[in-house]
């Protein structure tokens, strides 16, 4: 066999072992057979590496997809035969914008809805209805102090103070296709080259190159840019189940909002995190150091961490329905929801959520458990990562 | 619930595009964003002329939706690509032999790296000095990278003749490139 068919071969990834050896042994002592060797792999790895060159322009792809009709493709490209990332509507600066931008929003959300009036921050009342207000009084629950064996009660009811946490968990997004063998049999053609010896060394050319071409397909997300986590942030308005006879204690900042970090197990089943600031209108019983029974009136706040599973029910033109168990914990006690609402999708990673909800806070005094609920309208944000 | 068409391969993507579907769209450019670049390399290396390359470029992907539409035979699409591109360039070649013009010829290459450019600029000029019957087969290895069984069916040779024919276009191309490539890889 000539000689530079076995760097032919050799170079296509057929040469049999055997006469791999002889190759080699030819190589270690004719020069110009290594240096043809060098300049094949150079011309070879040169025009497999620039595939890219060769993209169609982004005119080509326009006036394709025009003569084939299609509308659901966009074609937005500004530059030609160049690996670009448009298909990308959110980059990561836009993202620390838009958190930013929405964080600020919120921000001024619940300022706005905040009352800056005084602390008026429990009513109490006897059972002969007698009602005062104790002002500027921190700790709020300031009856129970008293009684050593409601020490616990005291630290479980009381003035909150304001924490977030943020909570970090997994994410995940995608389906799994389930065939999701070789991409394409012809690809099989690829081969990896290795070479390692004293003369040179060059590794992992291809003969074939994917190349990632300057347009967009309305919602497609490659996997390697959209990850499956998604931070949310909302806003609250809440009603209580019973109307509220005392105004809540001082607002937090923050005060009715809530930041989710959550993952998407599956298509359908999403988990996450979140902590909320939020009020609790209380109502309960309890005997004062006098002995006498009184019923209890507060509004204070709270922060509320809380685990999330998500249902996703269908998607219908990016509109995705979904209901919303969350099970939490605040100082007072522990707090159930259940939401029902639907998520919007104009861009693949980035939502708009509405939805509503029942909120219920079971709390302890004294030993007898109480509950507190109410209706909350949440609306707001998620960004995909 | 969306779906992330580039995990799907070949044979599901066109049944999506097959049904008819609001997806088929979306199914075919992702089958349009896999191979137009192997495509569009096949035709500019053969054609040279910008305004022609895009005309059969074009007509590669109209008549293979249309394939895909009237035929459900499963099929190797790149080959299947590079067959009919090929077929569109030999019909222009016996209706129009002009000369073109190396030199109006723009690949449009965008690497940064000046050097890299300007070996990719001279072994593709030196390509085209290639005889007609090394070339072809030569570019649907280095350049599309299919395999020589698909060389052989497409140009309707043996599959030796088809890893011939590539052998010795690199042998060929090795004798002209030499002193530029001596160089560069010193």
């Given at each position: 066999?000539?000689?530079?068919?076995?760097?032919?071969?050799?170079?296509?990834?057929?040469?049999?072992?055997?006469?791999?050896?002889?190759?080699?042994?030819?190589?270690?002592?004719?020069?110009?057979?290594?240096?043809?060797?060098?300049?094949?792999?150079?011309?070879?790895?040169?025009?497999?590496?620039?595939?890219?060159?060769?993209?169609?322009?982004?005119?080509?792809t326009?006036?394709?997809f025009?003569?084939?009709?299609f509308?659901d493709v966009?074609?937005?490209?500004?530059?030609?035969?160049?690996?670009?990332?448009?298909?990308?509507?959110?980059?990561?600066?836009?993202?620390?914008?838009?958190?930013?931008?929405?964080?600020?929003?919120?921000?001024?959300?619940?300022?706005?809805?905040?009352?800056?009036?005084?602390?008026?921050?429990?009513?109490?009342?006897?059972?002969?209805?007698?009602?005062?207000?104790?002002?500027?009084?921190?700790?709020?629950?300031?009856?129970?102090?008293?009684?050593?064996?409601?020490?616990?009660?005291?630290?479980?009811?009381?003035?909150?103070?304001?924490?977030?946490?943020?909570?970090?968990?997994?994410?995940?997004?995608?389906?799994?296709?389930?065939?999701?063998?070789?991409?394409?049999?012809?690809?099989?053609?690829?081969?990896?080259?290795?070479?390692?010896?004293?003369?040179?060394?060059?590794?992992?050319?291809?003969?074939?190159?994917?190349?990632?071409l300057?347009f967009v397909i309305r919602?497609s997300?490659?996997?390697?840019?959209?990850?499956?986590?998604?931070?949310?942030?909302?806003?609250?308005?809440?009603?209580?189940?019973?109307?509220?006879?005392?105004?809540?204690?001082?607002?937090?900042?923050?005060?009715?909002?809530?930041?989710?970090?959550?993952?998407?197990?599956?298509?359908?089943?999403?988990?996450?995190?979140?902590?909320?600031?939020?009020?609790?209108?209380?109502?309960?019983?309890?005997?004062?150091?006098?002995?006498?029974?009184?019923?209890?009136?507060?509004?204070?706040?709270?922060?509320?961490?809380?685990?999330?599973?998500?249902?996703?029910?269908?998607?219908?033109?990016?509109?995705?329905?979904?209901?919303?168990?969350?099970?939490?914990?605040?100082?007072?006690?522990?707090?159930?929801?259940?939401?029902?609402?639907?998520?919007?999708?104009?861009?693949?990673?980035?939502?708009?959520?509405?939805?509503?909800?029942?909120?219920?806070?079971?709390?302890?005094?004294?030993?007898?458990?109480?509950?507190?609920?109410?209706?909350?309208?949440?609306?707001?944000?998620?960004?995909?990562? | 619930?969306?779906?992330?068409y580039?995990?799907?391969?070949?044979?599901?993507?066109?049944?999506?595009?097959?049904?008819?579907?609001?997806?088929?769209e979306l199914a075919f450019a992702e089958i349009y964003n896999?191979?137009?670049?192997?495509?569009?390399?096949?035709?500019?290396?053969?054609?040279?002329?910008?305004?022609?390359?895009?005309?059969?470029?074009?007509?590669?992907?109209?008549?293979?939706?249309?394939?895909?539409?009237?035929?459900?035979?499963?099929?190797?699409?790149?080959?299947?690509?590079?067959?009919?591109?090929?077929?569109?360039?030999?019909?222009?070649?016996?209706?129009?032999?002009?000369?073109?013009?190396?030199?109006?010829?723009?690949?449009?290459?965008?690497?940064?790296?000046?050097?890299?450019?300007?070996?990719?600029?001279?072994?593709?000029?030196?390509?085209?000095?290639?005889?007609?019957?090394?070339?072809?087969?030569?570019?649907?290895?280095?350049?599309?990278?299919?395999?020589?069984?698909?060389?052989?069916?497409?140009?309707?040779?043996?599959?030796?003749?088809?890893?011939?024919?590539?052998?010795?276009?690199?042998?060929?191309?090795?004798?002209?490139?030499?002193?530029?490539?001596?160089?560069?890889?010193?």
């Open positions: 066999m000539d000689k530079f068919q076995l760097i032919s071969d050799f170079i296509d990834g057929e040469l049999e072992p055997l006469l791999e050896s002889q190759l080699f042994l030819e190589l270690s002592s004719d020069d110009e057979l290594r240096q043809k060797l060098k300049n094949t792999i150079l011309l070879k790895s040169a025009l497999a590496s620039n595939l890219s060159a060769f993209a169609p322009s982004a005119n080509q326009q006036k394709l025009s003569a084939l009709g509308k966009l074609n937005p490209p500004t530059s030609t035969g160049k690996i670009e990332n448009q298909g990308k509507f959110l980059n990561a600066t836009k993202y620390l914008m838009i958190l930013l931008l929405g964080g600020f929003l919120m921000f001024l959300i619940s300022r706005y809805f905040t009352d800056d009036i005084p602390e008026k921050i429990i009513t109490k009342s006897d059972n002969s209805k007698h009602i005062y207000d104790l002002a500027n009084q921190i700790p709020p629950i300031p009856i129970i102090k008293n009684y050593e064996n409601e020490q616990k009660l005291t630290k479980s009811i009381g003035n909150k103070k304001n924490e977030t946490h943020l909570i970090a968990n997994e994410s995940y997004d995608y389906e799994e296709f389930v065939n999701a063998e070789t991409i394409q049999t012809i690809m099989n053609s690829e081969h990896k080259i290795i070479i390692e010896s004293d003369l040179f060394s060059l590794q992992n050319f291809t003969s074939n190159t994917m190349i990632e300057p919602n997300y490659p996997s390697t840019r959209i990850g499956k986590f998604s931070i949310e942030l909302f806003n609250s308005h809440y009603f209580s189940s019973e109307e509220p006879t005392i105004s809540p204690s001082k607002n937090a900042i923050f005060n009715n909002s809530a930041i989710k970090v959550v993952y998407d197990l599956s298509d359908n089943i999403t988990l996450g995190a979140e902590a909320r600031q939020e009020t609790f209108y209380q109502v309960f019983e309890g005997m004062d150091e006098f002995g006498i029974i009184n019923t209890y009136r507060q509004q204070p706040n709270f922060t509320t961490i809380g685990a999330i599973g998500r249902y996703k029910i269908t998607n219908w033109y990016n509109f995705i329905p979904f209901i919303e168990l969350n099970v939490g914990t605040n100082n007072a006690g522990l707090v159930y929801r259940g939401t029902t609402g639907i998520t919007y999708s104009p861009y693949h990673n980035f939502n708009i959520i509405l939805n509503l909800e029942y909120s219920n806070l079971n709390f302890m005094h004294q030993q007898n458990w109480f509950n507190s609920n109410k209706f909350g309208i949440n609306y707001g944000f998620g960004i995909k990562f | 619930m969306k779906k992330d580039s995990k799907y391969n070949d044979e599901i993507l066109l049944e999506i595009v097959r049904s008819d579907s609001k997806e088929s896999r191979y137009a670049t192997n495509v569009n390399a096949y035709c500019k290396f053969m054609l040279r002329d910008i305004e022609k390359v895009q005309d059969i470029f074009q007509e590669v992907f109209i008549r293979f939706f249309k394939k895909i539409k009237s035929d459900f035979e499963n099929i190797n699409i790149k080959a299947y690509l590079i067959k009919v591109a090929r077929n569109l360039c030999l019909n222009y070649f016996k209706r129009n032999k002009e000369f073109i013009s190396i030199e109006n010829f723009d690949l449009g290459f965008t690497e940064s790296n000046y050097e890299q450019k300007e070996l990719i600029n001279v072994i593709t000029r030196t390509i085209d000095l290639l005889d007609e019957k090394y070339k072809e087969p030569f570019i649907m290895r280095e350049i599309e990278g299919l395999s020589y069984n698909e060389i052989a069916e497409i140009c309707e040779l043996s599959v030796t003749n088809a890893k011939t024919r590539v052998k010795r276009a690199r042998e060929k191309l090795l004798e002209l490139l030499n002193p530029f490539l001596k160089d560069y890889v010193e």
